[in-house]
């Protein structure tokens, strides 16, 4: 049974920083891709961060805020956030190959 566990959200001060993990269980993990989305309140579930094979893509909003990262050793995956916006206050998930972890809220104040 595959199982992605997502821990380190919370709250956080406008121009602060968290960092996201997420632990996969029960997958063949370095050779999927990985990576992070969000959903806001009334919005749809966009592109974070993702790991594709040698490529990494990120959100035009979050790039040079974010930096999405894998261990295949510990099947980790990270996602170091800086400068935080109030407009990143969504629900962030992890993704790995075709699964979805169930999400950890991200509240940025102003």
């Known amino acids: 049974q595959v199982q992605l566990v997502e821990s380190g959200g919370g709250l956080v001060q406008a121009g602060g920083s968290l960092r996201l993990s997420c632990a996969a269980s029960g997958i063949i993990f370095g050779v999927n891709a990985v990576g992070w989305y969000r959903q806001a309140v009334g919005k749809q579930r966009e592109l974070v961060a993702l790991?594709?094979?040698?490529?990494?893509n990120y959100a035009d909003s979050v790039k040079g805020r974010f930096t999405i990262s894998r261990d295949n050793a510990k099947n980790m995956v990270y996602l170091q956030m800086n400068s935080l916006k109030p407009e990143d206050t969504a629900v962030y998930y992890c993704?790995?190959?075709?699964?979805w972890g169930k999400g950890t809220l991200i509240t940025v104040s102003s």
């Open positions: 993704y790995v190959g075709r699964y």
């Open positions: 790991i594709r094979s040698a490529s990494t």
